[in-house]
């Protein structure tokens, strides 16, 4: 139970690595990647997954 | 008030807890001050927080040079005529940047810059998100830069969702210019520019979203006004959506404190990819925007000499230099050296000294004409407040509207450039004349015979025989020349 981001559409403003409660978010190579083992989809925390919820960018971030 | 833009006062340090205390003795009401004045028309404390500030001070636009850093990429809200996607080094526009930097190389930039652009007074965040949700880079970059060129002015512009929560931060680091988007005061209008909002944890779409950005924005901007921070709102123009609003706007941000309201044109291309763009929303020509700011000039003093620069934008107003300060170009290790903006400083300190003097000539010049018609002349300049540019090089002109009532900066046109490598083509000379709409008269450093011929055809004169001259006594001398009367008793 994860998200991902989709490299193509990144715009790599950064928004989501600040919003996400468990720091799974991370650059590499000029975007954002999600580490799988990280992710709780912000279960427990939030009611709906916060990278996809402020990213920019429509279906960037979705479950993996 | 020669000594107010004396050399000393112009480099001497002015701690901005002088300022407000000076400004809470009372003096002036920051409402009432205004873009297009001098030092004669507004108190001491706000001429000094403004002279230097060429979005601030349309005197000081001609003069000061502001960059901004692309340090602030994450955004909290979406607008319809933003696409965070898009980059194109040659598009001028806000939210636009073509290289995003860390706060670390951001000071290398700011230093660089600072050292081989004098004119240099201003250090903006815009972006290319917001800089107060994306709050610790802004921070990080503005202490770096403070503590290398401690008399950079600092200044940010959002879009007032996390505006409220970081105030007493902006007091505290002296950043005495805030910007505020704000586009609405009726959350209804709201929903047709504002898609969707990210506030305390979750996204916000419709009404509810225009609802909770436009309290957080009126909140932010009091809090502003309160610690005498002085605050700029832009509203973007948007026919059809909020053009008429805006008047409604004026007045609210007026009362509420605003320094200065400017309103800019949306700018739409389906090629942008933005909302407005791909359903063909309009931006607004340059009579419409003229008549609606006509229409808000007794409310808070206008700003109307915005250029909607890009987020990495370098150099003066008219110019981005940005292209020559590219990451790859910059040096490992920069070391400020201020001796060349200190420089720059006693020359302008003399050269503002001498333009006071012939502005005022200038104005006595078109009182004495007994003609009442207002005409708007076109100015090619390269800065400095000189009518010094060639009609073919000119990518923008400055347009002020004379009558015998005096003579005002009210905007400029852009325009594609024609004049490429000494030639001209007739084809891009139509693109001019459309932009010179209402225009009568351009005056320019030189101008062929070719262009001054078409010029004429479409009723634009065109003149290079006021070349160099400081562009309100070039602005008086054709006007006194062109109204015989004016010139009969100024004799």
Known sequence: MAYKIVASQCTACGACEFECPNAAISTKRGTYVISPTLCTECESHFPAPQCAAVCPVADTCIPA | MAQIISIESLTAPVSAEAMRAALESGGCESSSCGSSDGPADMAPVVWAKVKDHPCYSEEAHHYFA????AVAPACNIQCNYCNRKYDCANESRPGVVSEKLTPDQAMRKVVTVANEVPQLSVLGIAGPGDACYDWKKTQATFEAVSAQIPD???????????LPDHVDEIARMNIDHVTITINMVDPEIGVGIYPWIFYQHRRWIGLEASKILH???MLGLEMLAERNILVKVNSVMIPGINDQHLVEVNKVVKAKGAFLHNIMPLISDPAHGTH????????????????????????TKLMRHCRQCRADAVGLLGEDRGQEFTMDQLPEVAEYDPSRRAAYREVVAEERGEHVAKKAEAAETVAASEADEKVLVAIATKGGGRINQHFGHATEFQVYEVSFAGIAFI??????QYCEGGWGEDATLDGVIAALEGVQVVLCAKVGDCPKDSLAVAGIEASHEHAYDW???G???WYAAAHPAAQRLTA
């Not at chain 2, 502001?66 to 850093?69: F, S």
């Not at chain 2, 359903?279 to 808000?296: H, I, N, S, V, Y």
């Open chain 2, 411 to 416: 905007g400029h046109r852009k325009v594609e």
């Open chain 2, 152 to 162: 950079i002015k600092l200044c940010l512009s959002t879009n007032g969702l996390a």
């Open chain 2, 471 to 473: 562009i309100e006594a």
């Open chain 2, 475 to 477: 602005i008086a001398a």
């Open chain 2, 215 to 217: 309290e957080r924005q």
């Open chain 2, 276 to 299: 407005f763009g791909l359903t063909g929303q309009r931006g607004p020509r340059a009579m419409e925007l003229k008549a609606l700011q006509d229409q808000l000039s007794d409310g």
């Open chain 2, 66 to 69: 502001r960059m901004h850093v």
